[in-house]
């Protein structure tokens, strides 16, 4: 009777290369923690700490499913372990709470830039047609009024005033909220 063979390739076991795990994942490792801790030396270490705590479970490796995920949790819980030592101090705690005030500011800024800015094109669409050709001309594709003038066959004078009709139309629309920095956005296109 003829012994059955187990297949090469089910005799393949899991080889878990750790320096291409390196390569492959360090960089995105390191952006991950660098988020949780706001300090590169530290990210780097929490980052080195992993690989390191990978290497030593390395046979258990063949029985996780995702080793991307698994490294990515571990950093993940080594960067709040950290943090959660740290924000024991009052001076890190403050560091801390000033990096995340800074980032919230910053994104309440972008937020309300985004609404003015969705506020004025639904201005613009309302536009009489010649008028919003004109002003998208100007604005958009950032043509001089004598660019604008040729390409449409009107006069300098023209263009002029139909943007600034334009600009007229869209401040009365816009929400006095917004005025001011509707203001500051106009200037900079008139003078740039």
């Not at 003038?149 to 300098?156: E, F, G, P, T, V």
């Given at each position: 009777m003829r012994r059955s063979t187990i297949p090469d390739n089910a005799k393949e076991t899991v080889e878990l290369d750790i320096s291409a795990l390196y390569h492959d994942y360090w960089e995105s490792l390191f952006k991950q923690?660098?988020?949780?801790?706001l300090d590169e030396d530290e990210a780097a270490d929490v980052v080195q700490q992993t690989f390191l705590d990978l290497l030593e479970m390395k046979e258990k490796i063949p029985e996780i499913k995702s080793v991307k995920s698994f490294l990515f949790i571990m950093g993940r819980n080594l960067a709040f372990?950290?943090?959660?030592?740290?924000?024991?101090?009052?001076?890190?705690?403050?560091?801390?709470a000033?990096?995340?005030k800074e980032a919230s500011s910053?994104?309440?800024e972008w937020i309300v830039f985004k609404e003015l800015d969705d506020m004025i094109e639904k201005e613009i669409d309302k536009l009489p047609s010649k008028m919003k050709e004109i002003f998208i001309l100007s604005r958009h594709f950032e043509l001089s009024h004598a660019e604008i003038?040729?390409?449409?066959?009107?006069?300098?004078k023209t263009v002029k005033k139909q943007i600034s009709n334009a600009l007229k139309l869209i401040r009365l629309?816009?929400?006095?909220?917004?005025q001011?920095?509707?203001?500051?956005i106009l200037l900079t296109d008139l003078l740039f």
């Open positions: 923690i660098m988020r949780i801790l372990k950290k943090l959660r030592r740290k924000l024991v101090s009052d001076t890190y705690r403050d560091f801390y000033s990096q995340y910053l994104i309440e003038a040729k390409k449409l066959n009107i006069s300098d629309k816009v929400d006095k909220d917004y001011p920095l509707l203001l500051a």
